[in-house]
């Protein structure tokens, strides 16, 4: 039995004094506000209303009762603002994990006008490389590059990323050419991946499994930052 509800129609029928008004005011049947108070006044044992052909009037336990029901729906329909409330408006502290070149390039820039227009969100930036649990370190949500890591996680894509197998040109000159096909591909990366560690997939090359070739890197660097530093150096001419 819905309890709530059971002293809302209580309620009704004390304050309209009468079963046809309080079913009107109610939206339900007759029918259903006598049954629901049938039910109530079973489940607490005890005579709530005299009822006549005309009207109904409270008893003494059902004066007693009503002011108790008031107290009660009036206190719930605060609690139920109050709540209403915070999930219109967004507040409280925000924990974001997100790869360092991305949070710093993209997110971060956007984080003064978002705080300026939420002004009851705090927001606790997490920038790191490395895989981060967001159940076990508490993050509210993660921004991640590839493969989610879990099928327990909500995902939403909200953008598309494209790889690229980049060579020096030196390195082209060097194996004799530009490559045509992939196995010629497969032999000019062979001792010559250098690749951030948590983009380890990054590895198979292409993205048709019919073709796709798996290499070890000889370097894997947890900072795409710092991977791309170590390339330009190597490489100079390289570009991502």
């Not at 009036?74 to 609690?79: S, V």
């Not at 060097?174 to 951030?196: D, T, W, Y």
Request: charged share 25%.
């Amino acid at each position: 039995m819905d309890m709530l509800n059971a002293m809302q129609t209580f309620v009704a029928v004390a304050e309209n004094h009468g079963i046809t008004a309080a079913s009107e005011r109610l939206g339900c049947s007759k029918a259903i506000v006598s049954r629901t108070l049938s039910l109530l006044e079973e489940r607490l044992d005890v005579r709530l209303l005299n009822r006549t052909t005309r009207r109904v009037s409270l008893t003494e336990a059902g004066s007693e009762y009503l002011e108790h029901c008031r107290n009660i729906l009036e206190q719930n329909a605060e609690i139920e603002s109050r709540f209403a409330e915070k999930s219109l408006e967004p507040q409280g502290r925000l924990r974001i994990a997100v790869p360092v070149t991305f949070g710093s390039q993209y997110i971060a820039p956007l984080l003064p006008k978002f705080l300026e227009k939420h002004g009851k969100v705090q927001v606790d930036l997490h920038m790191s490389d490395r895989y981060v649990d967001i159940i076990e370190e508490g993050m509210d949500m993660a921004i991640r590059i590839g493969a989610t890591g879990s099928d327990s996680l909500i995902v939403r894509k909200f953008a598309e990323t494209h790889h690229k197998l980049a060579a020096s040109p030196a390195l082209i000159k060097k194996m004799g050419g530009q490559p045509q096909r992939c196995g010629s591909v497969e032999k000019l990366a062979i001792n010559h991946i250098f690749i951030a560690s948590e983009y380890a997939e990054l590895a198979k090359f292409p993205r048709n499994p019919l073709t796709r070739f798996e290499q070890v890197p000889i370097m894997a660097i947890q900072s795409l930052r710092w991977l791309k530093r170590v390339l330009a150096i190597a490489f100079c001419q390289l570009s991502f």
